[in-house]
């Protein structure tokens, strides 16, 4: 078989980039912009032997990936901001029991009903902390049609490598643009590690991730949103065990952040940086090809956990500027990991910064006297 190219758009490079991960069965509900991740699922999946269910809800859509999960397939469900809060008690579920799902969040603007067909960056922080409790997650974020292909496939095995809830945060202009990408025929699956015989079910290796008990097998086990023992049994009135839980489920995540990982790094030795993930990458990358080497560029394709040491690659840098679709839900972490001046560029209503604005950040950046600077557009 040979790599095959064609011209899609960002959300059905989505599905084919899961077809290719291996992904068998998809629960959702249609809502824009994400609703053409489902549609050519629905059409791809039942002739290669997959499921497709349109469920009634985003809350019946996650807990039917969750249970596809344990039954052994690769899973994965689509949404947008309004079907992404109706998910987070069970992203909460999936996190603790340590089950590995992929969720493709397409962004609109919000809150609420908001612009359904314009795009935004709003769910960033959400994704990281809508849940309650303490749990540590992993989140892409493509800039290309071919990034939503590559960036599906990695999702799925990241969720099985670290057995965890795995977000594909992208938006409506990456969703709905169309663009030459490849279909590669062959690509790397890390399959999830199968709990051994005399194991006990939640019990971590050296990792920090136990063996899955994949359902049908033979394995005689628990599975349970309260807090438990490594035997997969409530143990909820133990302040010991709820805290041994929930401190490995994190760093089984966060000791692994740096080989967790994906970045472009571009003119290291610049003084002033733009930090971008998603659609407004492309703007930057925009200007920096009209205005060649004269600023950095710190591209992020995992946001989740945030890669804090690629920061440490600009030696030079006076100021980070980062341009986001919403008030500045990155630019906060940035601001916990670095002295540096942060100006950030907020942009809300659904259309891309310009190469224009974004000079006019770079030019307030250069004389930027507090830690933390807003450029009004």
């Given amino acids: 078989m040979t790599d095959k190219t064609d011209f899609l758009n960002g959300n059905v490079a989505c599905a084919e980039g899961a077809l290719a991960a291996g992904c068998r069965f998809f629960a959702g509900y249609p809502i824009t912009p994400s ?16 499921t497709f269910v349109q469920m009634e809800d985003e809350i019946a859509s996650i807990a039917a990936i969750i249970g596809g ?5 690769r899973t994965m469900t689509a949404t947008s901001g309004p079907g992404f809060s109706l998910m987070m008690e069970n992203i909460g579920y999936a996190a603790f029991t340590e089950t590995p799902i992929v969720i493709a969040n ?19 922080l959400q994704c990281r902390y809508g849940s309650h409790g303490d749990y540590s997650v992993i989140a892409l ?10 960036l599906t496939v990695k999702a799925f095995n990241l969720a099985d490598r ?36 005399g194991e006990l079910p939640c019990a971590p290796d050296e990792n920090g991730v136990p063996g899955f008990a994949t359902f049908g097998m033979g394995h005689n086990v628990h599975i349970t949103g309260l807090t438990h023992n490594e035997k997969g049994y409530p143990a909820t009135d133990s302040a010991e065990i709820h805290e041994k839980l929930v401190r490995r489920q994190v760093r089984k995540i966060e000791d692994f952040r740096n080989e967790i990982a994906d970045v472009d790094i571009v003119n290291p030795d610049a003084e002033l940086v733009f930090i971008s993930y998603g659609a407004p990458t492309r703007t930057v990358r925009q200007l920096l090809h009209d205005i060649p080497d004269t600023y950095g560029h710190l591209n992020l394709r995992i946001v989740w956990p945030f890669p804090d040491e690629s920061l440490l690659a600009f030696k030079n840098a006076k100021a980070f500027i980062i341009p986001e679709m919403n008030l500045g839900q990155i630019a906060k972490e940035v601001r916990q990991h670095t002295n540096i001046p942060i100006v950030f560029v907020p942009k809300l209503g659904g259309a891309l910064h310009t190469p224009a604005e974004l000079l006019k950040a770079a030019e307030i950046a250069k004389t930027v006297k507090k830690p933390v600077t807003e450029v009004c557009l």
């Fill in 35 to 50: 609703t053409e991740v489902a549609e050519r699922m629905a059409v791809r999946l039942p002739k290669i032997g997959g």
């Fill in 69 to 73: 999960s344990w039954a052994g397939a």
């Fill in 106 to 124: 397409v962004q609109r603007g919000g809150p609420s009903t908001g612009q359904p067909t314009m795009a935004a960056q709003g769910d960033m």
């Fill in 141 to 150: 974020s493509p800039s290309s049609v071919q990034e939503m292909y590559d």
């Fill in 162 to 197: 670290f057995r965890t809830p795995v977000f594909l945060m992208t938006d409506e202009t990456i969703g709905h643009m169309r663009e030459k990408i490849t279909l590669h025929s062959n690509v790397e699956i890390i399959p999830r590690r199968e709990l051994k015989e």
